[in-house]
């Protein structure tokens, strides 16, 4: 008898808070009360809570029969998926943003995870007072408290019910995404079919981005948007012939020292100025820490110092040193462990570019800024430039460039725009951005005070570059295979 | 449909308080009330099944 009274009183006192608190609290005081009206997820939530209650009232007449402990773990498990899904939808928002009302300094939706969660807790703690056998065979007889709790809770269900058939309607019409507010006049009544609208299914949403590719790009000279763009002859061809870990992915240029940077997936190589041969290297470890996923771009810093930045816009920064630690330096590289030390690894969070992946990086002197440029995806179309502090790497300016007027440069139709281009490569000279676009093999100027391009050419013979540098007043591309096309500096 | 839900889950409530002898009805009922609530939701988040995680 003890241990019955230890699961049911903690039991029933549980189902009692759960049906005055937040089942209560939403329907007779948000709902009919401040008018706040459940989107189509709340009220699966609050109907899981409905029914992790209503399981608890079973356990309380029946007995703790296996199947009701089960059907209680699978409620609240859901419960758990179902607050982490809505939940995630307004994580990226700004601090007190969100979705309908809150509760204490907390929107309804985040509750529910909480709340799902303490019943865990507590299936958990009443399991560890059942003994073994003890599933009731046949209905209990309700004490007083079990039965005042199981009438409330009929309350509480008839209450949502009333707000359900006004917020949503009867059957087949359903919650919505965007409620109006509660009202118990049928006038302002809004019932809704639009769930049931056809629409595609996903597992990410829209977090399913293909990651960058140069072989994405089209090549084709006639979807170029650009009407009018010249064409830039091309000063001579070479080749980088280097012992590299892999694929090119990038090429930057050190005025100071007449350095080259090479990038490849996980390597950083600086080459003298020929090319002619390999002065320094490493390779990253770039799971280590940060997800440094694929290097993408890479940059000088200062004459000693060089950024490698990630398709993700993930970084990491390492000033030569020719003495370096190796034994310390183990965590942060694969190889040559004695060349470099790492001053940082971080990420670069963006807004306007936080769903598209970038693979150029360019630094500026004179602002002592670095930018980045987007590549489109299947998703999102938009040619993002992105300015970053040099002393927080923190984003401090971004933008959407124009075709400057006066440029001399038009788009073939009314609807061309700039968004097409795949930037795989930057650099910064004379106070414009260079980007490479491996679409189209063309070089555009941007100003970036003026937010626009002030030029822009087509280089022939140019197939999917994924690098730029300038040196005095050339530029240099490469592609992945190390192919270096070389044309004056417009 | 989230109305029909709710009728449901008042009906199985009352068959718990006033008729325990119809236990198995009231636990199908129960069943079907949190099936329905299950697929409302996926419905509702099928743009997105899995939570928004930046993956």
């Not at chain 1, 699961?7 to 329907?27: E, R």
């Not at chain 1, 000088?300 to 993930?314: G, H, P, Q, Y």
């Not at chain 1, 933008?399 to 400057?404: D, Q």
């Not at chain 1, 679409?439 to 730029?468: E, H, K, N, W, Y």
């Amino acid at each position: 008898m003890a241990t019955r009274n230890a699961l049911y009183t903690p039991l029933t006192l549980a189902v009692l808070a759960l049906v005055v608190g937040p089942i209560g609290i939403a329907v007779f005081i948000l709902g009919f009360g401040l008018g706040d009206s459940p989107c189509v997820l709340c009220w699966a939530q609050r109907t899981g809570m409905v029914l992790i209650a209503l399981t608890g009232l079973f356990v309380i007449r029946f007995g703790p029969r296996p199947r009701y402990i089960g059907l209680a773990v699978l409620l609240a498990a859901f419960g758990l998926y179902m607050g982490l899904r809505h939940s995630s939808l307004h994580l990226w928002r700004d601090v007190g943003q969100g979705f309908s009302a809150e509760i204490l300094g907390a929107h309804t939706y985040t509750w529910s995870m909480f709340i799902y969660w303490v019943c865990v807790l507590m299936m958990g703690a009443l399991l560890l007072v059942l003994k073994d056998g003890e599933a009731a065979s046949e209905a209990r007889r309700l004490r007083p408290l079990e039965r005042v709790t199981l009438w409330l809770f009929l309350v509480a269900a008839a209450g949502n019910a009333v707000q359900a058939f006004a917020s949503t309607g009867p059957p087949p019409y359903m919650g919505q995404g965007d409620p109006v507010r509660f009202s118990f006049n049928p006038a302002n009544w809004v019932w809704s079919l639009e769930e049931w609208a056809p629409a595609p299914v996903s597992l990410r949403g829209r977090w399913a981005i293909e990651k960058p590719d140069v072989a994405l790009a089209s090549i084709d000279p006639a979807a170029n948007p650009l009407a009018n763009a010249p064409v830039l002859p091309v000063s001579r061809r070479a080749s980088v012939a280097l012992p590299l870990d892999g694929p090119i992915t990038d090429l930057a240029y050190g005025a100071g020292t007449d350095r080259f940077l090479l990038t490849t997936e996980k390597g950083l190589y600086i080459t003298d100025g020929s090319f002619g041969r390999v002065l320094r290297h490493t390779v990253v470890d770039t799971g280590f820490s940060v997800d440094l996923a694929r290097f993408a771009a890479g940059a000088f810093l200062a004459s000693d110092t060089v950024l490698a930045v990630s398709e993700n816009k993930s970084f990491v920064i390492l000033r030569e040193h020719d003495n370096a630690e190796a034994a310390a330096n183990y965590r942060y590289f694969l190889a040559s462990f004695d060349k470099f030390d790492e001053v940082s690894r971080s990420r670069f969070t963006t807004v306007r570019a936080k769903m598209m992946y970038v693979m150029s990086a360019a630094f500026d002197p004179a602002t002592d800024s670095v930018f980045t440029v987007t590549v489109p995806n299947a998703r999102v179309k938009r040619l993002v430039v992105s300015r970053f502090d040099r002393r927080d790497m923190t984003l401090s300016e971004e933008f959407t460039p124009v075709l400057a007027p006066g440029s001399g440069l038009a788009f073939r139709s009314e609807k061309g725009s700039l968004d097409s281009f795949y930037v795989s490569g930057a650099a910064f000279a004379n106070g414009k951005l260079y980007v490479i676009s491996a679409a189209f093999g063309a070089l555009l100027a941007i100003d970036p005070q003026a937010r626009a391009v002030v030029s822009a050419c087509t280089i022939p013979g140019l197939v999917r570059p994924v690098g730029l540098a300038i040196k005095g007043s050339e530029a240099f591309i490469v592609d992945a295979g190390g192919g270096l096309t070389i044309v004056p500096l417009p | 449909m989230e109305f029909l839900n709710f009728v449901l889950i008042f009906a199985t409530g009352y068959l718990v308080l006033r008729r325990p002898e119809r236990e198995r009805l009231a636990f199908g009922l129960l069943v079907t009330s949190c099936l329905l609530m299950a697929t409302l939701f996926l419905i509702g988040a099928r743009g997105s099944i899995l939570p928004g995680l930046n993956y």
